[in-house]
């Protein structure tokens, strides 16, 4: 059963009853959407919502994003609650027992708060770019590990990428794994689903997407020519990372303007695809700085 707190506690966490819902267990109804909106890209993409899991992104999102909140009554009396505490003042939710809490979670060890949220408008290429006079994109095609996409949404935001644009194969970017790994940089780096990653290559060489600018294609490749360290990136550049297994398909490889490769040592014959793209996003930041001295 949930349980109700005092008047006491309510005005210590600033929030009215009128914000929690606490007389009854949770819906079984509830249960088993969460649990289907945890597993299935479709149900995600045709319903446009996702779990948000744990309190640091849950108190970054716009709280009109909340469909609807759950919380246990161990997390509204913890330090932890400060970080959503605009939320669960301008939305309802349900406080429910920790035990509803874990059979909902799709974490070992939930953290007392879990959030149905909207996701946001996708953007399209154009409007990703436009504020970027030299752009850095990353283009990602048919990446497959959750961790791997989350720690290049991480990783480019550090890098101060631009955007990022992915073909329809790759990971679904709101799958839990992917959202809890992007540490909330999921909310503050763009992003794209292209349906046809290149035909999206090719316009943003044409420039299409650029007003008329080219932007340059560098292909993450096992047989790359050029050592990445010696590529130019402080232009309107986008670099292209494949699968884990497979790297680039040959149609894609094909519309670069060059082939990359990061130098190795010993007997490794291939980096991570995230630890690839962040060894040449960083790098891309590193000139881009000097640039700007």
């Known amino acids: 059963m949930r349980t109700k707190q005092s008047c006491s506690e309510e005005k210590e966490n600033g929030r ?5 819902s606490e007389d009854k267990e949770m819906d079984g109804r509830n249960k088993k959407f969460i649990a289907e909106l945890q597993k299935k890209p479709r149900l995600r993409r045709e319903s446009g919502l996702y ?21 246990t009554k161990a997390f509204l ?12 003042k301008e939305r309802p939710y349900s406080v429910i027992q920790d035990s509803e809490m874990k059979q909902i979670s799709d974490t070992v060890s939930p953290q007392g ?14 409007e990703m770019l436009a504020g970027a006079s030299e752009p850095l994109i990353l283009m990602l095609e048919t990446m497959q590990d959750p961790g791997n996409l989350g720690t290049v949404l991480r990783t480019a935001e550090a890098a101060g990428v631009s955007g990022i644009i992915m073909n329809r194969e790759t990971v679904d970017i709101y799958s839990p794994k992917v959202v ?12 794209t689903v292209a349906e046809d990653l290149t035909s999206a290559a090719e316009r943003l060489s044409s420039g299409e997407f650029t007003s008329g600018r080219p932007v ?5 490749h096992l047989e790359g020519a050029v050592d990445y360290a010696s590529e130019d990136y402080t232009g309107s550049t986008c670099i292209m990372i494949g699968n ?25 014959e291939s ?23």
């Open 180 to 191: 809890r790994s992007t540490m909330g940089a999921l909310l503050r780096v763009p992003f």
């Open 216 to 220: 340059r294609l560098l292909a993450a």
């Open 16 to 20: 009215t009853k009128q914000n929690s």
């Open 77 to 88: 009396a913890s330090e932890a609650s400060s970080a959503c505490s605009a939320l669960l």
């Open 51 to 71: 779990i948000i899991d744990g309190p640091k992104m849950a108190g970054e999102i716009e709280p009109q994003e909340a469909e609807e909140i759950f919380v």
């Open 113 to 126: 708060i879990l959030v149905i949220a909207r996701q946001r408008r996708q953007y399209g290429i154009c």
């Open 271 to 293: 980096l991570n695809a995230a630890v690839a793209a962040a060894v040449i996003s960083f790098e891309a930041a590193r000139q881009r700085r000097l640039v700007k001295k």
């Open 244 to 268: 884990e297994s497979r790297g680039l398909s040959r149609e894609l490889t094909a519309r670069a303007d060059e082939r990359i490769l990061i130098p190795m040592c010993g007997g490794t």
